[in-house]
Each structure stands twice: as structure tokens, then as C-alpha cells.
């Protein structure tokens, strides 16, 4: 596990005392609320799953994003090597940064990725930008909190993802449903 | 399940209480629903466990998503409970399908929380006692304001007792102020939060004849073409831009001297951004006009049937009409006078090339086509906060030309700063003011009445009051020095803290109380602080930018002793002797107000007038339009049914003694004098000013907001790359600010500054940096000049047309934290 937060790490920790089967994307533990990194607005609200293999770590390209369901499919993320470490990147060099692309909003999917710049959007429906390099963070737009934020490991050239901080655009609860659906990689 | 678990917002369940209200902030007003509930319960994601009736996790573009913004906990009606204030998906007008902006996306986030940031909220009077802020009785509290007030009339008279007041905050507040101040005191000096005098802020559209809220949303859809100045819809006025402007065909046109989203926006899709040079508005609109009718592509049946001949002219009462109003004929021959206006001298006078005016003139024709596109013509601030009559005049005249007023997508009007809430229960007293122009009396400019040490006694309203005015150092000199005569206060006994207060007037200074709900910049110059209720606290009425009056309810309770604003006029009015002020509620006040707002573009005297028909509150019969509410002004037909008026100048009749519009001249050269005065001077920028999508006015909800202070944990200032590295300048890095060119209240120069982190960014050109304009404790306006004297005839500040030296001071930690990322990326 690496350049996780302390308290991410204390999270996770909690998480390993009630590991589920690998291989099933299944809800291990939510967090009470908290504050985790800049522009983390209103309180990190986490959910710990399975971890979940998204992507090789030999095979990232700076600035081109992969596309990854989490926690159940349909929810989808992209994982990113930004240029630079960045204070919530993980990996060997910090610079790993993965979040939804469900836009805080009114929950359209972005696809807009902008290397130069880091930022996803602006969002199709009411043009909200996230800055990946701050968090997922608005730049400009109507959201009312950062982007969902996913929670990496890294296993040998395994970028794994382990869980959700913050809630996902439609749901009340970061928990719901999430046992029912999906599988790991 | 949701109830125990931490990580989830809570549902409301199908029980809970259900109130209407609109949004706080932007002249949008979007609608929201507020479900409350008591804390020890919530409902659940099943359709029959919610209130919503619907199955959770709820679908995209739905409208019933709860963001962990949107709920709270705080006292409703006594008991604590969880608040969930949420776009109105149902609504029948303005956010239709339940979208909503930043700033009101986390309306649950203004409410008064005990534990909460908003736990700072004022909750009882207080009393100025050696520097320290003491809470004291209401009944003191009131009895010195009335006291104090008599006093002031007593010894200097009514033009000595000020009150600077929000012109917004509700009709029921701004009606009772205006019953104490205008119709029992009856004093001139009365101004409202954003200028330093009463009076029209776009007097030169208003001389065309044209109202400023003329037009409806549904005409921002309808138009082929819209050409929107001096604010960013996106930024400013959310809803409006991505529900009634982006869906539609129209080609945008968008004059800003900023390349903002907008900008970037209108030219991705085919427009046009005209960035001007900042103070030459009135050029630009006068090239376009002078380009359409050399091209002969002016709307001529139009102008020939509705704009005035000299006859028609010669015979308007209004002096400013009858001074500068001119027929077709005489604006051609005044714009083909003009060396700026023409193709040839545009882009040196304003910075746009000529091929951008040309392209204007014609998308807002059609260019010599058979069928005239239908062109809306939006302003804003940028417009008339630059050079106030003469930029507006110059929009109305290219109205005219375009005949862009009265129809279906054919438009022109302010887009709005605030909402609006303004009724009054007198009529403004102009022949007391002392200020005029060539012997034509104008509304008092209280700022400079204020320094002059002329007031004796100003309460301040709901704002910040010295940092939303221009020269805003200077003022606040003159309020340190106006406040510091005379012997302390040293008791909380009223005869003692009266006696050293009314000493203070008799040796020339000034005693101000300060209505407010938050501690601010301008309060610590405050003897009394009055502890005010705020939005949601109380249930009252206000229109929006297309005058659609909805009822705001009241969804939670005021903190500790805190009393609504009319309250606190009723109180006050009753100690001084005045009759009138005994409301039992707001509903009494807004049927009180009904007939005094008839005539107006507000005009809601027909709805009070149907409820007491038909034996109903005025409130009550306003909530039953619910968040889609009515569009003033309201009539009633011959059924007894209420009407609605969606756009004004339907008729083709203006605002003109003879019904017809009036083409202005506005003076360009007078323009050009003053952008000289008011122009960078040696390495200084320009240094303008607005708002962002993010934040709002004074920011007191917003520095008070995790979702904002995260974005901006201070202020900014754009810089262009250029400006940037020719002072080695980085974003990130802390920059002062600094003039020694600005003009204070009376005329003279005097010094102003703030500091700001810089944000490098070509969204600004060489020469031009854009600030917060009242970012708290980096107020922009102490660089601008708070000479209204250099607009004569309205007394406004050019509030756009700050400058300043920009220099590096130091570095901050904000790069590893705030993004710096470009704000004007557009869709794909």
C-alpha cells in the first residue's frame, strides 16, 4: 500500500478486520466523517470495498486516462498518472489519481479529459470542470462537491482500487446496492 | 439502515414537513422544496420510504439527488431537525427539472447551525462599549435607536439621520424601512447597498424608454441571437445560462473584456466575443448601430412607427430626455459624426476589430436578409458600472436600431445583480436632497454626504457597507474619524450610552447602527449592532429578473434573539412616536404594501386585492402558485382571475411622455475625459471586479462555506501570462495591489490597496487584471474612485474601472491546494 493518508490508511486498516472474498466487489466498512485533503469540502464519506485490479501500472501514460467501474458497474471512473505528484496522488511517485466521472451535479458521465490542463469536463449537461490534480475539485460549475474519489493500491504492477470516498452522484447512502452488484477483475 | 450509517445523507421521510422556497442569492431565483423532520428519524431508498416517492439511488438529471451540501440540522419551529433544501424538480418556470447553481445547491449550508460555521451569527443587540461589543436588551437597544433618531431630528434635522439599506431583501423589510425612513422621517439620505444614491441604475436605457426588466426567460430561448454585456450568464446567473440560453439556437454574441466560459462558449458554437477595452462600451455599441445603418439593415418599420419625432421630443418633462434625446435622424448623423465609431476607428477606440463589429451588426440584422433574426440584447454591471448613462443609453439606442424590445425573443434587459425586493411606502423626497445637476435635483449622494460629516446618525442594513463603496480606504478613514469624537460609551445604561452618543453628534461626528447577521468589515464601526433574521427566517415575498413573484416561507428559526428586519423598524418606529407599525406579521405588511406597488413593474396590488376579495391571506394566495409563482405586473380579468404579464412593452409602448422610444445621444467624448481620469496611470493595470460562479456578494454565507473557501481561501487576481512574468509573478504567489490615483468622496486623491493571490491566466488580456470585487478584508473597491461627481447626472461610481500597480510581496501555500486551472475550457 503506498502514499496513502494516514487516515486512509487507518480506514483501510479498519477495512482488513472484516475482509470479504476477493473477487467480489463487497462493502467492508464506512468511515465516520472526516477531512481529507484540499478542497475535501464537506466531509469525506467513505466506502471501503473489495479490492478491485484496474489497470497495470507499467502500461499508465502520463495524462491518458483509463476507464474503470467501481464500486458496481456502471459507476465510472478514470484513473489517471498525472505529470507531477500531486498531495492525494498514490503510487511510487504520488502522481495516481483516480475519480468518478459521474459529475457531482446532476449526475451526467464526463468523458472530456484534458491532459494539459488535468481537468475533466466541462460536464455535457451544465458544464462542470474537476480539477484532478486538486482532488477533483470544481474549477467552474454547478457541483456542490468534489468528485468522488477512489482509493488505490498498488500490488507489484497491480493498480488496485479499494474504495469510494464521498457519495456517488444518485445515491444516498455510499453502501447501497453495492453488495448486489459487480465483480473484480 | 440510512439512519445508522455514517456514511449517507439522510432521506426525508414521507411525513416530513414540506415548504417552498427560492434561492437566496442569484436574480435567477431558482425554486426549491424544504423537507424537514425531527432528528431522531429518516426515511428510507424505497419509494414508499421517502418523501420524494421515488426508489433510491435516484437516476441522472433527476432532480432528487441530496448532495451532502443540501442537508443540515438546526431548530425548526423549536424542535432540532434535520433540513433538506432541494432544487424543486416540478417547477413549472425557471430551474425546470430541478437544476440549480453552486450557490444554491448548498442553501442548507446558510442556516444557522449552533456547532456549525454558521454558529457566529449575531443573536442578540449589542453595544458598543470601549471597543468591546456587549449584548444588551432589545428594549435598550430600541430605545436608543429612537432616541438617538429624535435627537438627530431634533438638533440637525432629517437630512442628518441616514439609512443605506439592501434595495432587495424582500418587499415586506424593504417596505417597512421605507415606511420609518421615507414616509415618517421623510429623509433624502437613503440610499441603497450598491450605489452611493437612490435612483435608476441604467438611466440611459430608461431615457429610451425602455424598462430594465422587460423581458421574460422564455426570450433568451425564442432569440436567434442573443447579445449579452458585462456579465458572465454562466457565472452570475446560472440557471438562466444553461436552462434558457445554452438549449436554445441562438448565436451568442458576448462583449466582456474578460474571455470567460461565456466567451469561449459563444465562439465554439459559432459567435462572437467582443473584448473590449475596459470604459469603452458606449464606442462599441455605437460602432454596431453606426455599421447597421450603413449597411441599411436598421429595422425600419420599427423605427419609423415607434421611436419619437423632434415634436415628440421637444415635448418630454423629463430634463434628461429633453437634454440628450434625439430623433433617428439626429443619432445617424451624431454616430457618423464620431471618428470611434466608425470600421476605421473602432478597434483603436475600443480594442475590437472591425471585422468582429461588422460580423455583430450583421448577425443582430440578418444581415440584409428577408426574414429579421430575432435578437435579445442582455447587460449587466459590466455595462453600467462602467460609465453609467452614457453605456446604457448606447444599448437602448441599439435596441432601437435592432428592434430588440416588446416581441417574442426580441428583448432588451438588465439580466439582474440581485433579486428583486424592493417596495416603498413613500415616495423619495428629491426636492430636500442638496445635490443636483444644472439646477436639476438629483438623489443625495450619501457617501459624500456622510464624509462631508454631515450625518449624524446612518444605520446601515444588511451589507458591508464600506467595502461595497468606491474609495472604500477613504470611507473608512471618514468612519474612524466620524466615530471616534466624542466620549466613549462606558455603560450599558441607556441614559449614559445616550448621553455620550448625543455628545458625539453635538461635536460634529456620527453614530451608526448596524443591522447585520454576521460580523463584517464595516461593523466594527458600529455603536449598536442590531441582531437581524435573515432568508429563511421568516416568510415573506420577491420577484426574480423576469418579475416572477414567488412567497419564500420560513423553514427555520432565527438564532437565539435575533428579530426579522421589519420587526426591528416596527420596534423602533413605535418608540418614536409613529403610528403604523403595529404588524402582527409579514402578511399584513405585504397586503399593507399591495396598492403601493402598483404602477410598477412589480405590481402585485391586484394579487392582494383578489386574496381580500376572496377572503384569503395575500401570502396564502401566493403560495398557491408555488415555486412557479406569477410574473408581474399582475392584473385581473373580467372573471376575477389573476394575469400575468411575461414580457413588458408588448404594446409597443414605452416609458416616454408621448409612448414612444427616444434615441439618446450618449456623449462619448464626456467618456473619454473620464476614462483619462480613471485609466492606469504609468505601470499601473486596469483592475476590474465582479463575481464568480462560486461566491456571492459580501460572501457572509460564503466565507462561512467549506464548498467556497476551498475554491477561494482568499482572494484572486487574474493576470495575463505577459503582466505576469514582466513582474515575475506566478499563480500562487501573494500580490498587493496599489493606487495612489484615486479620487475619495469630496474629489481628492487619495491611496487604496488590497493584496490577492495571483491567478495567471490569459481569460484576462494584457493591461487588464479582474479581482473579487468584495472579497472580505481584500476589498477591490479601495481601488476604485468614489467620485460620483465624474457621472453627474446619476451619481454612480465607475465601479469596473479600478487600476492599480501589481507587484509580488510574497508566496502563499495555495498552489498545492487551489486549483489554478483555466475557467474558460468549453465543451466538446
Known amino acids: 500500500m503506498a502514499k496513502l493518508t494516514r487516515r486512509e490508511f487507518l480506514l483501510l486498516g479498519v477495512a482488513a478486520g472484516a475482509t470479504a472474498a476477493v473477487g467480489v466487489v463487497v462493502p467492508l466498512a464506512v468511515t465516520a466523517r472526516d477531512t481529507v485533503g484540499a478542497g475535501d469540502q464537506a466531509g469525506a464519506l467513505v466506502g471501503v470495498f473489495s479490492p478491485k485490479r484496474i489497470a497495470s501500472l507499467a502500461d499508465l501514460e502520463v495524462g491518458v486516462p483509463v476507464a474503470f467501474d467501481y464500486p458496481n458497474s456502471g459507476q465510472t471512473n478514470y484513473l489517471v498518472k498525472l505529470a507531477a505528484p500531486v498531495a492525494t496522488g498514490q503510487g511510487p511517485n504520488g502522481d495516481l489519481v483516480a475519480f468518478s466521472r459521474i459529475c457531482t451535479h446532476m449526475g451526467c458521465v464526463i468523458d472530456q479529459f484534458d491532459a494539459a490542463t488535468e481537468t475533466l469536463g466541462p460536464c455535457p449537461c451544465h458544464f462542470t470542470t474537476f480539477d484532478f490534480a486538486k482532488d477533483g475539485g470544481v474549477v467552474l460549475g454547478q457541483a456542490t462537491q468534489n468528485l468522488p474519489r477512489v482509493l488505490l493500491n498498488i500490488d507489484g504492477d497491480d493498480v488496485q482500487a479499494t474504495g469510494v470516498m464521498r457519495l456517488i452522484y444518485g445515491y444516498n447512502n455510499t453502501l447501497l446496492d453495492v453488495a448486489s452488484v459487480g465483480s473484480s477483475a | ?828
Open chain 2, 1 to 828: 439502515m440510512t439512519q445508522a450509517s455514517p456514511a449517507s445523507v439522510p432521506l426525508p421521510p414521507p411525513d416530513a414537513t414540506r415548504r417552498i422556497i427560492c434561492c437566496e442569492y442569484c436574480p435567477v431565483a431558482c425554486g426549491y422544496q424544504v423537507y424537514s423532520w425531527p432528528v431522531d428519524r429518516a426515511g428510507g431508498p424505497a419509494a414508499a420510504d421517502n418523501a420524494f416517492g421515488v426508489d433510491f439511488p435516484v437516476a441522472p438529471l433527476s432532480g432528487r439527488w441530496i448532495s451532502q451540501n443540501m442537508h443540515t440540522v438546526t431548530n425548526v419551529d423549536g424542535k432540532l431537525s434535520h433540513v433538506v433544501i432541494i432544487p424543486d424538480a416540478d417547477i413549472g418556470a425557471v430551474n425546470v427539472g430541478g437544476t440549480h447553481s453552486v450557490r444554491g445547491g448548498a442553501l442548507a449550508q446558510k442556516l444557522y447551525t449552533p456547532q456549525g460555521p454558521t454558529s457566529d451569527r449575531y443573536q442578540f443587540p449589542m453595544l458598543n462599549i470601549r471597543g468591546d461589543f456587549v449584548p444588551i436588551p432589545w428594549e435598550v437597544a430600541t430605545e436608543l435607536v429612537a432616541r438617538l433618531s429624535q435627537h438627530t431630528l431634533d438638533n440637525y434635522g432629517e437630512l442628518a439621520w441616514g439609512m443605506k439599506i439592501y434595495s432587495y431583501q424582500f418587499f415586506e423589510n424593504t417596505f417597512a424601512a421605507s415606511k420609518l425612513a421615507l414616509k415618517e422621517i421623510g429623509t433624502p439620505n437613503f440610499s441603497p447597498h450598491h450605489a452611493p444614491a437612490e435612483g435608476d441604475d441604467t438611466p440611459g436605457l430608461s431615457d429610451v424608454g425602455i424598462d430594465a426588466f422587460s423581458a421574460s426567460f422564455e426570450d433568451d430561448k425564442a432569440a436567434d441571437v442573443l447579445f449579452i454585456a458585462g456579465s458572465d450568464p454562466y457565472e452570475t446567473k446560472t440557471v438562466r445560462f444553461t436552462t434558457w440560453q445554452a438549449p436554445g439556437e441562438a448565436t451568442i454574441i458576448y462583449v466582456d473584456p474578460r474571455r470567460t466560459f461565456t466567451a469561449a462558449y459563444a465562439e465554439s458554437r459559432g459567435g462572437l466575443h467582443l473584448q473590449l477595452l475596459p470604459g469603452t462600451d458606449t464606442a462599441l455599441y455605437s460602432a454596431i448601430a453606426r455599421e447597421i445603418i450603413a449597411q441599411g439593415w436598421e429595422d425600419t418599420s420599427f423605427i419609423r412607427d415607434h421611436t419619437a419625432s423632434r415634436a415628440e421630443l421637444d415635448a418630454e418633462g423629463k430634463w434628461r430626455r429633453k437634454m440628450f434625446g434625439g430623433t433617428f435622424d439626429e443619432m445617424r448623423e451624431y454616430l457618423f459624426s464620431q471618428q470611434d465609431f466608425s470600421l476605421e476607428g473602432v478597434e483603436q477606440a475600443t480594442g475590437v476589430p472591425a471585422d468582429k463589429v461588422r460580423r455583430a451588426a450583421e448577425l443582430m440584422t440578418g444581415g440584409g436578409a428577408a426574414e429579421r433574426p430575432k435578437t435579445t440584447i442582455l447587460i449587466e454591471k459590466g455595462v453600467y458600472w462602467s460609465h453609467n448613462y452614457e453605456n446604457t443609453a448606447a444599448i437602448g439606442n441599439l435596441a432601437l436600431v435592432t428592434g430588440s424590445t416588446g416581441r417574442e425573443g426580441r428583448a432588451v434587459s438588465r439580466m439582474g445583480g440581485h433579486q428583486r425586493g424592493g417596495v416603498k411606502a413613500a415616495g423619495y423626497p428629491l426636492d430636500k436632497s442638496p445635490h443636483e445637476f444644472e439646477g436639476h435635483k438629483l438623489e443625495m449622494d450619501t457617501e459624500r454626504w456622510f464624509a462631508e460629516g454631515n450625518t449624524r446618525f446612518r444605520w446601515i442594513v444588511g451589507q458591508n457597507w464600506i467595502g461595497a463603496m468606491g474609495a472604500s480606504h477613504a470611507l473608512a478613514d471618514a468612519a474612524a474619524r466620524l466615530t471616534s469624537m466624542g466620549p466613549p460609551v462606558v455603560s450599558p445604561d441607556p441614559d449614559r450610552a445616550f448621553d455620550a452618543l448625543a455628545r458625539r453628534m453635538d461635536e460634529g461626528g456620527t453614530v451608526i447602527v448596524h443591522q447585520e447577521i454576521y460580523p463584517n468589515d464595516s461593523v466594527q464601526y458600529a455603536d449598536i449592532i442590531l441582531a437581524a433574521g435573515a432568508w429563511g427566517e421568516d416568510t415573506y415575498a420577491r420577484a426574480n429578473a423576469e418579475r416572477r413573484i414567488r412567497l419564500y416561507e420560513k423553514i427555520a428559526d432565527p438564532p437565539g434573539q435575533a428579530m426579522s428586519d421589519w420587526k426591528i423598524f416596527a420596534a423602533v418606529g413605535r418608540a418614536m412616536g409613529f403610528s403604523g407599525f403595529d404588524w402582527a406579521d409579514t402578511n399584513e405588511i405585504f397586503e399593507e404594501s399591495g396598492p403601493r406597488s402598483a404602477g410598477s413593474r412589480k405590481d402585485y396590488a391586484a394579487l392582494v386585492e383578489k386574496a381580500q376579495t376572496d377572503g384569503i391571506r395575500g401570502h396564502d394566495l401566493l403560495k398557491s402558485f408555488g415555486n412557479t409563482g406569477i410574473q408581474a405586473p399582475i392584473g385581473i380579468d373580467a372573471s376575477g382571475n389573476l394575469t400575468e404579464t411575461p414580457r413588458l412593452h408588448a404594446d409597443l409602448k414605452f416609458k416616454s411622455d408621448s409612448g414612444k422610444a427616444n434615441f439618446i445621444l450618449a456623449d462619448w467624448e464626456a467618456v473619454k475625459r473620464r476614462n483619462e481620469i480613471l485609466g492606469p496611470i504609468g505601470d499601473e493595470l486596469w483592475v476590474t471586479n465582479g463575481r464568480v460562479n462560486e461566491l456571492w456578494n459580501n460572501l457572509s454565507d460564503y466565507v462561512r462555506r467549506e464548498i467556497a473557501t476551498a475554491r477561494w481561501p482568499m482572494n484572486w487576481l487574474e493576470i495575463s501570462p505577459a503582466d505576469a512574468s514582466a513582474r515575475g509573478i506566478e499563480s500562487g504567489d501573494l500580490v498587493s495591489i496599489e493606487s495612489d490615483n484615486v479620487l475619495d468622496q469630496l474629489g481628492n486623491v487619495t491611496s487604496g490597496s488590497f493584496t490577492a493571490a495571483a491567478y495567471v491566466s490569459d481569460i484576462v488580456p494584457d493591461g487588464v487584471t479582474f479581482t473579487y470585487f468584495l472579497y472580505p478584508g481584500q476589498p477591490a473597491n479601495t481601488v476604485v474612485s468614489g467620485d460620483s461627481s465624474l457621472q453627474p447626472l446619476n451619481l454612480r461610481y465607475n465601479f469596473k474601472l479600478g487600476k492599480g500597480r501589481v507587484r509580488k510581496i510574497g508566496t502563499t501555500d495555495l498552489a498545492s491546494r487551489m486549483s489554478f486551472a483555466p475557467r474558460n475550457l468549453t465543451p466538446a
